[in-house]
């Protein structure tokens, strides 16, 4: 998904990019226990990456749950020069969306999946619901040779074992759950259909879960980037406005009309989309 991004930077400005796939999404770094996937470990798996391709310091982007990640690492790290978050608000941000007394309703709905996600065995319940939904289209492994072509439901765990490791380092919160009848008296009728399927959660996290581990103030350069027609993360809801305030150096803000793949959502958009982060790197 970045390869368009990549090239567009290199045309641009000269600049050389690195993209992979983290553990979890590559056949020969995806650990069986889920205490793998802790998001400490994650960070470090991002700064070891650079080191080996020789960089001391870089420019970050990050898309999705690589975003939420990266935050963490901008935060905490002083090799990281900018940073560019795609479709991610700061996580402190989204994760009082999600839960507390200033959540927002309609982004606690869209995240009724974090539950989902984060249950045992959660790639291969309910007749491997969210491996035939979303692993067979989005982390087959057959690009890198025939012998690692068998991708099955304990395989695409790994990448589902992202959201755990988020929440058990305390970085990012859990939405409370809501009933079948009450998503869809909001009209939130495909929240709902999940719901129906999975059923409600523990009663450990029913309530939702709260972040115990802030993020806090981000020091570098910073570009957001929100696709308005993202449905699942509501980044042009008026909460995802209050990132700005979480980041002390130059702030770049851009909502372009797409949906939540910002790298390839076409057209005039994703020359903005494109165009925007070459500036947050070049003036960084």
Not at 99 to 113: I, V
Not at 129 to 136: D, E, R, T
Request: charge should be negative.
């Amino acid at each position: 998904m970045y390869i368009p991004l990549m090239k567009y930077l290199k045309e641009q400005g000269g600049f050389t990019s690195f993209a992979c796939n983290q553990r979890g999404y590559s056949p020969t770094a995806s650990p069986e226990n889920v205490e793998e996937y802790d998001y400490n470990i994650l960070k470090a798996d991002v700064l070891d990456i650079a080191a080996e391709l020789g960089y001391e310091q870089f420019h970050l982007v990050a898309h999705d749950h690589g975003a939420v990640l990266g935050w963490t690492v901008a935060q905490e790290s002083d090799r990281v020069v900018s940073f560019t978050s795609l479709s991610i608000p700061h996580p402190d941000v989204f994760s009082d969306a999600l839960y507390g007394p200033n959540a927002d309703r309609s982004q606690q709905m869209a995240s009724q999946y974090f539950d989902m996600f984060t249950r045992d065995n959660s790639a291969s319940i309910k007749g491997n619901f969210w491996y035939m939904s979303l692993g067979l289209t989005s982390g087959r492994w057959k690009e890198y040779d025939d012998k690692y072509s068998d991708y099955g439901p304990s395989d695409f765990q790994k990448a589902l074992w992202w959201y755990n490791g988020a929440q058990s380092a305390g970085k990012m919160a859990g939405p409370p759950a809501f009933t079948v009848t009450e998503l869809t008296m909001e009209g939130q009728y495909s929240v709902a259909f999940l719901r129906g399927v999975f059923g409600m959660p523990d009663e450990e996290v029913v309530d939702g879960i709260e972040q115990t581990n802030k993020v806090g103030m981000i020091d570098v350069p910073t570009l957001f980037v929100c696709g308005k027609n993202d449905p699942a993360i509501l980044c042009d809801n008026e909460y995802s406005y209050n990132t700005e305030n979480y980041v002390s150096k130059d702030y770049l803000h851009l909502v372009v009309d797409c949906e939540h793949d910002l790298t390839s959502c076409g057209g005039d958009e994703q020359e903005k989309v494109n165009r925007m982060v070459w500036q947050r790197i070049r003036t960084a």
